[in-house]
């Protein structure tokens, strides 16, 4: 399968994103259907952008850290800051490390989330900014919250977030995503 579709939509979302009407486009399929490796040729396509940001991370099976995909995301942003890093962002990435050692931080609180997306939004303010989270059928329930959290958010932003998950996954015990789904 070619997934012409699926890189016109993801082209699409990213100048909507460029113009400051940002969204989240997921993309589920079977084990093998080749959504791991859109996201990669989408992702290095934006490599030769211009003034596009991005970063990219990875749920993993089993490995369920409280908002860990964000947390990599952010350590990507901040080895990405030019000559003046952000150091809010790397206070985050350190709180965020943190909340990952403190099982009652399993759940974050709102003003957790608004730190987050504030870091996101200032990334945002100078370019368009793309987040890809691959594998979200094993993101943790504070991850797929924050997605939830991010998408009431997100429409008047320059941002685009592009996620795929697993369909055959969605209904098991350890997956979260059929709430976000």
Same mark, same amino acid.
Request: aromatic letters at 6%; hydrophobic letters at 45%; one cysteine or more.
């Given at each position: 399968?070619?997934?012409?579709?699926?890189?016109?939509?993801?082209?699409?979302?990213?100048?909507d994103?460029?113009?400051?009407?940002?969204?989240?486009?997921?993309?589920?399929?079977?084990a093998?259907?080749?959504?791991?490796?859109?996201?990669?040729q989408?992702?290095?396509?934006?490599?030769?952008?211009?003034?596009?940001?991005?970063?990219a &991370?990875r749920?993993?099976?089993?490995?369920?850290?409280? /908002?860990?995909?964000?947390?990599? /995301?952010?350590q990507? /942003?901040?080895r990405q800051?030019s000559? &003046?890093?952000?150091?809010?962002?790397?206070?985050?990435?350190e709180? /965020?490390?943190?909340?990952?050692?403190?099982?009652a931080?399993?759940v974050?609180?709102?003003?957790l989330f608004?730190i987050?997306?504030?870091?996101?939004t200032?990334c945002?303010a100078?370019a368009?900014?793309?987040l890809?989270?691959d @594998?979200l059928q094993?993101?943790?329930r504070?991850?797929?919250?924050f997605?939830?959290?991010?998408?009431?958010r997100?429409?008047?932003?320059?941002?685009?977030?592009?996620?795929a998950?697993r369909?055959? @996954?969605?209904d098991?015990?350890?997956?979260?995503l059929?709430?976000?789904?």
């Amino acid at each position: 399968e070619t997934r012409e579709r699926e890189r016109t939509l993801l082209a699409s979302a990213r100048r909507d994103a460029a113009e400051g009407r940002g969204r989240i486009v997921l993309f589920g399929g079977e084990a093998g259907a080749g959504k791991s490796r859109l996201l990669r040729q989408f992702e290095a396509g934006l490599s030769s952008s211009a003034r596009t940001l991005y970063a990219a &991370a990875r749920c993993v099976d089993f490995v369920q850290t409280p /908002l860990g995909p964000l947390r990599e /995301l952010l350590q990507s /942003l901040a080895r990405q800051a030019s000559a &003046a890093p952000d150091s809010r962002i790397r206070a985050l990435v350190e709180r /965020l490390r943190f909340e990952h050692d403190d099982p009652a931080a399993a759940v974050p609180s709102g003003a957790l989330f608004e730190i987050i997306d504030g870091a996101f939004t200032r990334c945002a303010a100078d370019a368009t900014l793309v987040l890809i989270v691959d @594998d979200l059928q094993w993101a943790d329930r504070s991850t797929l919250a924050f997605l939830t959290y991010a998408a009431d958010r997100i429409e008047r932003r320059r941002m685009l977030i592009a996620g795929a998950y697993r369909c055959d @996954d969605v209904d098991t015990d350890r997956s979260r995503l059929g709430s976000f789904a």
